[in-house]
C-alpha cells in the first residue's frame, strides 16, 4: 500500500462524490477513500448503491495517470475488475469472474459493483476516481436485490479489508503501470480468460445478442440479429437472457 494515502470515513454520502471533490480542490496523490457506510452510494446512471455500515469494502481510488489521453480514460474500469478479481480468486480459491465491463460476479451473482468517473485538463486525462463497492456479509443487503450476494453468502469467508487491501492495491499498482505503459490492450487480456460475458447470449439495452469477444479497446463485440456490432463500454447495461449474468 506504500502508494496509497488512505483517508478513512465511519460514514459518508459516497467515497466517489469525496474523492471528486478533493480532485477539484486540486488533489492529485494517489489517495483512497474508506468508508464504513455510504449514506448515497451510486452506481452507473445514478442508480443507487447499497453500502450498509460494516457490511462491505465501499472505496474509491483517486489517482492521475501519465499520459492517457481523454478518450482513453475509461478504460480505467478494467483496471479494477482485472486486479479485484485475480486477487479475489487468490484468496477464496472461488471462480470469481468479471462481467462486462467491471461487475464481479460468483456463482452468477453481482458481489461488487464499480465507477469510474474522471476529470480533464486539455486532451488529458487530469484524474480519476475509481469506485468499487465489495460486498462482504451475508444478510446485510435489501431481499429485493435478488442478483446480489456477497463473498460471505458464497465462500462462507469473513474477508475484511485488511485481508483483501494490500494485495488488491499491489495488483492494481501493476496493471495500471502495465496499462499506461503498454495499453489497454494488456488489461483486456487479462479480463478475457476471467469473463462471464464472452461467450454469453445478453441482453444489451434489451436486445438480444451473443457476446462473442472483447477488443483490446475495451469494447464487447456481439452478434445481433442484423450483424456483429461493437458495444461501448458507457451507459448500456447489459444481461443474461433469463438471470444477471
Ligand atoms: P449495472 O452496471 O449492473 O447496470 P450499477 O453498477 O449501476 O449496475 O449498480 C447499480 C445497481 O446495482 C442498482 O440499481 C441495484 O440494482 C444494484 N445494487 C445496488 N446495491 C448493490 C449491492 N450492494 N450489491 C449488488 N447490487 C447492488
Redesign the pocket.
Known amino acids: 500500500m506504500k502508494n496509497w494515502n488512505v483517508i478513512h470515513f465511519e460514514d459518508i454520502d459516497s467515497t466517489n462524490a469525496e474523492a471528486k471533490r478533493r480532485a477539484r480542490e486540486g488533489l492529485r496523490e494517489s489517495t483512497l477513500f474508506v468508508a464504513d457506510r455510504q449514506s448515497a ?1 451510486r ?3 445514478d ?5 450498509p455500515a460494516g457490511a ?1 469494502l465501499w472505496m474509491t481510488q483517486l489517482f492521475a495517470p501519465e499520459n492517457i489521453p481523454a478518450k482513453d480514460a475509461g478504460g480505467a474500469v478494467f483496471i479494477s475488475a482485472a486486479a479485484l478479481a485475480e486477487t479475489l480468486r487468490e484468496i477464496t480459491g472461488a471462480p470469481v469472474m468479471v ?1 462486462w465491463p467491471n ?1 464481479l460476479v460468483l456463482n452468477g451473482k ?6 469510474a468517473e474522471c476529470g480533464f485538463e486539455g486532451d488529458k486525462c487530469a484524474w480519476i476516481a475509481l469506485g468499487t ?1 465489495l ?1 462482504l456479509k451475508k444478510d446485510a ?1 435489501p431481499a429485493e ?1 435478488i ?2 450476494s456477497s463473498i460471505e453468502a458464497e465462500t462462507g469467508m469473513q474477508l475484511s479489508a485488511d485481508d483483501i487491501l494490500p494485495r488488491y492495491l499491489a495488483a492494481f499498482d501493476s496493471i495500471c503501470a502495465a496499462w499506461q505503459t503498454e495499453g489497454l490492450g494488456a488489461v483486456i487480456a487479462r479480463i478475457r480468460p476471467l469473463s462471464a460475458t464472452i461467450g454469453s447470449d445478453v441482453r444489451v439495452d434489451g436486445e438480444y445478442a451473443k457476446a462473442l469477444d472483447m477488443d483490446s479497446d475495451g469494447a464487447l463485440v456481439c452478434r445481433f440479429a442484423d450483424g456483429v456490432r461493437r458495444v461501448l463500454a458507457g451507459d448500456v ?1 447489459v444481461r443474461g437472457i433469463t438471470d444477471y449474468v
Request: hydrophobic share 30%; net charge positive; glycine share 20%.
Open positions: 452510494g452506481g452507473r446512471m442508480r443507487k448503491w447499497e453500502s462491505g462481467k461487475d453481482k458481489i461488487c459493483g464499480m465507477l463497492g460486498n443487503l436485490l442478483y446480489a447495461s
